[in-house]
């Protein structure tokens, strides 16, 4: 089956820096990718839908200067969260899928702590 | 706009009994339905699909989940569960090609010995 990888699985940052976290499509080309965060006990919201080549559409309350979303090649897209602070610390899923495709495959996520 | 609701946050079961987690949807097109599964620290897993065709739907370890259009539900269903199956369940709808999801809260399972 499709594969999508997502690194790091877990990364501690300090308040004020920023973190890249990387998904990657393994064995298909991914024309989208969703992005999603998750709270503890809580389910996914989605956070932003990319297309290869252009830019990402966000959801209604998600910055989009503060999360950073590129998907530069059909496998590999990359969320940054900048200048991180402590409420940015989250479960962060990514998804991919291809053209005309029936479902989404999702990585195993990355946790962020930001102290 | 559609929306998802998981009526049960938790679900305590004993091994070897039958459960069921609830879903019920809303939308005003035709949806595609989703059940995930998500073990500790970990991405989601596809559990089974509801996309065209029968309406009862199975997976290779033994959940099903029926499509019941009239009721709005989408109800997983397990006649024997294990200690393994504990974790988190989620169910999903699309209307775009089963790409972009919208989620329900989540059901935690779990199985006592």
């Known amino acids: 089956g499709a594969v999508v990888s997502q690194h790091p699985s877990r990364v501690i940052c300090k308040s004020g820096t920023s973190v890249k976290i990387e998904c990657r499509s393994l064995?298909?080309?991914?024309?989208?990718m969703f992005w999603y965060r998750q709270f503890p006990k809580q389910s996914l919201m989605l956070m932003a839908t990319?297309?290869?080549?252009?830019?990402?559409?966000?959801e209604q309350g998600v910055e989009k200067d503060k999360f950073l979303i590129n998907h530069a090649s059909l496998t590999l897209s990359t969320l940054t969260v900048t200048s991180a602070h402590p409420e940015d610390s989250s479960f962060y899923i990514c998804?991919?899928?291809?053209?005309?495709?029936?479902?989404?495959?999702f990585g195993q996520g990355t946790r962020l702590t930001v102290v | 706009a559609q929306s998802v609701t998981q009526l049960d946050s938790q679900v305590p079961v004993f091994e070897e009994a039958p459960v069921e987690l609830r879903c019920n949807y809303s939308s005003s097109v035709s949806v595609y339905l989703f059940w995930y599964v998500q073990y500790p620290n970990q991405g989601l897993q596809l559990l089974l699909k509801?996309?065209?065709?029968?309406?009862l739907v199975e997976s290779i370890n033994g959940f099903e989940a029926e499509f019941n259009k009239s009721q709005t539900s989408f109800h997983l269903r397990k006649p024997s569960v294990h200690i393994s199956d504990t974790a988190e369940y989620f169910c999903?709808?699309?209307?775009?090609?089963?790409?972009?999801?919208?989620f329900g809260q989540g059901t935690r399972l779990t199985i006592n010995p």
């Open positions: 990319s297309n290869e080549g252009s830019k990402a559409t966000y």
């Open positions: 999903a709808v699309s209307d775009e090609g089963a790409q972009k999801l919208v």
């Open positions: 509801y996309l065209s065709g029968s309406t």
């Open positions: 998804s991919a899928s291809f053209y005309r495709g029936t479902e989404a495959f």
């Open positions: 064995d298909f080309q991914a024309t989208t």
